[in-house]
């Protein structure tokens, strides 16, 4: 399921509702001095102080008009709360059109051109049925910008393995920053890889290694030994490359991690009866590190 908002600029992005926590008016902001211009302020969100970010700064498309000293600043838009890598933040918009349900095989990657042009901001589209097109944000890679992290931060406590020399590993993942982070962990770790953007990438990828094999007279896959997955991807999600993998004997013995920043429960346990190994949340070096050392093969 999406959750669509506008910006006020005519475009209709989306966001995977499992990552909103609420939708709610602008609240009285408190500035924060010497902050990124992108964020508007913070927010006491029933205790909680939330930074407020502005979604429509962010992307290069203008400025929200936006009197932050005016006691009835909520009537200046609306606030997404969401959740992402187990912190909060909300995204301030001009306004919530729907929610719509869609399957991962109607979302699909943007061309390059658009990718490059938009340094990443759009992660994937898909089309209402009256053609209309909606933008999907890779919050990940906005955050990133917005908070950057040294890769000594990041990275702290990874070191090369001598027994993972040998292993190499499969993973897909449509957000810029994440494929990042886990080449970078990978490399730290000495372990070699192969990097797809998405899960339909992947299993190509895999399919193609399983017809190699079969014309080396071997029974299954053994160039890589392990999967590591997002969920949330254009063309075919985790979940569905997890089962695909699972269904093909010359590939089902190969464990399939999953990394996502969809942290709650019912995704793990979904990723559980489609067959998945284990789950890692999004970005966490000494759990990743943990886990493809306990179950790579």
């Known amino acids: 399921e999406l959750l669509l908002f506008h910006l006020g600029t005519g475009e209709l992005f989306g ?24 964020v508007l302020g913070m927010a006491n969100i029933r205790g909680t102080m939330v930074p407020v970010i502005a979604l429509k700064r962010t992307l290069g498309l203008g ?25 909060l933040q909300a995204f301030h918009v001009a306004a919530v059109d729907r929610i719509i349900r869609t399957s991962w095989s109607q979302i ?18 898909t089309m209402l049925d009256n053609g209309r097109m ?14 950057p992290r040294s890769d000594e931060e990041v990275y702290a406590g ?11 590993v499969l993973f897909a993942d449509d957000s810029s920053v994440a494929r990042t982070q886990i080449r970078k962990a990978l490399e730290k770790m000495g372990v070699a890889f192969v990097q797809t953007t998405t899960g339909k990438e992947a299993w190509d990828y895999l399919v193609h290694l399983a017809e190699e094999a079969a014309k080396e007279g071997q029974p299954k896959v053994t160039r890589i030994q392990m999967v590591l997955s997002d969920i949330e991807m254009p063309d075919m999600d985790g979940f569905t490359l997890t089962r695909s993998i699972r269904s093909d004997p010359r590939l089902a013995h190969l464990p399939v991690i999953l990394h996502s920043s969809l942290t709650g429960s019912c995704n793990q346990e979904k990723g559980a009866q489609v067959g998945a190994t284990d789950y890692v949340t999004k970005f966490d070096p000494k759990q990743f590190a943990e886990k493809l050392t306990k179950f790579i093969i």
Do not use: Q, W
Request: overall charge negative; glycine content about 4%.
């Open 158 to 168: 990874l070191e090369a393995r001598p027994d993972l020399k040998a292993k190499t």
């Open 15 to 38: 966001i995977n509702v499992f990552k909103v926590r609420e939708v709610m008016k602008l609240p009285t902001l408190t500035r924060v001095p010497e902050s990124d211009s992108r």
């Open 108 to 125: 699909k990657t943007p061309p390059p051109l658009v990718r490059e042009n938009n340094k990443g901001a759009v992660t994937a589209v």
């Open 63 to 87: 400025e929200h008009d936006v009197d932050l000293s005016h006691p009835e600043c909520k009537e200046n838009g609306i606030l997404i709360i969401t959740e992402y890598n187990g912190s």
């Open 134 to 147: 909606i933008l999907i944000l890779d919050v990940e890679k906005l955050l990133s910008d917005i908070c």
